[in-house]
C-alpha cells in the first residue's frame, strides 16, 4: 500500500433516508466497506428538493460521514459504486416500504474543491466512466468553501459548508501526519 499523497482526497458520503435507523444502518454498512468514519455531522431536515418524494417519502434527514483513511483522486466512481451497491442491498431487505430507503451520495474534499458523483449527466459534469460524473460542487475561496450557480441548495447552506471547513481541516491534518513518516 503507498503512502497517502496530495493526489489523495479526503472521502465524505452524504446520506439521506426518512428513518433514523437506516441512516444508523448507512454509518455501520459505510464503516465495514469505506473504512472507519473519523467523523459524523449531526442529522438535518433536508427539505431543499421535492424530487425524493416518490421514492424515498417526506420529512428526509441527512448527515455527512468522514473517513479516517484518504483516498486516490481517481477512485471517485469507484465509491460511488458501492454507495449504489449498499442502496440496493438495503432496499432489497425488504425492511422500509420505500422502494429507495437511503441515498449515499459520495464525494471527495481537497484543499481547493468538494467534489460529488452522480449517476446524472449534465453540462458542468464530466464523465469518470462506469457511468459516473463528477462535479465539482463547492471550490475553496477566502477561507471558505463557496458554492457555484449549480450547487445544490443544501450544500449551500451555512451549517454544511461549516461542517465540510471542519472535515477540511481534518483533511489538512491527515495529511501533516502522512508527510511526517
Known sequence: ??????LDALLVVAAFSRHVEALAWARAR??????????GSEP??????????????PDLLKQFFVFESLVPLDSLAKWKR???????ELAASGRFPEPRPINLDPGLLTLGKFMLATTKDQAHRL????????EVTLRYCDGAYEPWP??????????VRRFLNEAREYYKQRLRETESH
Open 1 to 6: 500500500m503507498r503512502p497517502p499523497t496530495t
Open 30 to 39: 459505510l464503516a465495514a466497506v469505506f473504512g472507519p468514519i473519523a467523523r
Open 44 to 57: 438535518y431536515r433536508f427539505d431543499h428538493t421535492g424530487y425524493y418524494a416518490p421514492t424515498m417519502g
Open 82 to 88: 458501492a454507495a449504489i451497491a449498499l442502496e440496493a
Open 127 to 134: 464523465y469518470l466512466g462506469d457511468d459516473i460524473f463528477a
Open 150 to 159: 449549480w450547487t445544490y441548495a443544501d450544500y449551500r447552506e451555512e451549517s
